[in-house]
């Protein structure tokens, strides 16, 4: 379920919407329900260190020497 971030071209308002792919209404802007409104590029959700571990926290996988070096 993809959040994207958009910008409303009439109040400039900044806001994020989840949209669905089955969804066929148009996104309206939440402070003046304009629907000229403008996707934005949004940064990726970027995980370091792979899949958090049961305790809460990130640990990288263990160091293997490498082979003949």
Same mark, same amino acid.
């Given at each position: 379920?993809?959040?994207?971030?958009?910008?409303?071209?009439?109040? /400039?308002?900044?806001? &994020?919407? @989840?949209?669905?792919?089955?969804?066929?209404?148009?996104?309206?802007? =939440?402070?003046?329900? /304009?629907?000229?409104? &403008?996707? @934005?590029?949004?940064?990726?959700?970027?995980?370091?260190?792979?899949? =958090?571990?049961?305790?809460?926290?990130?640990?990288?996988?263990?160091?293997?020497?490498?082979?003949?070096?």
């Amino acid at each position: 379920m993809p959040i994207f971030e958009y910008q409303c071209k009439a109040c /400039c308002n900044h806001f &994020e919407q @989840l949209v669905f792919s089955s969804d066929t209404e148009s996104v309206l802007c =939440p402070a003046c329900n /304009c629907a000229d409104v &403008e996707k @934005l590029m949004s940064a990726g959700a970027v995980r370091p260190h792979g899949i =958090p571990t049961g305790s809460g926290g990130f640990q990288p996988p263990p160091c293997k020497p490498s082979a003949g070096g």
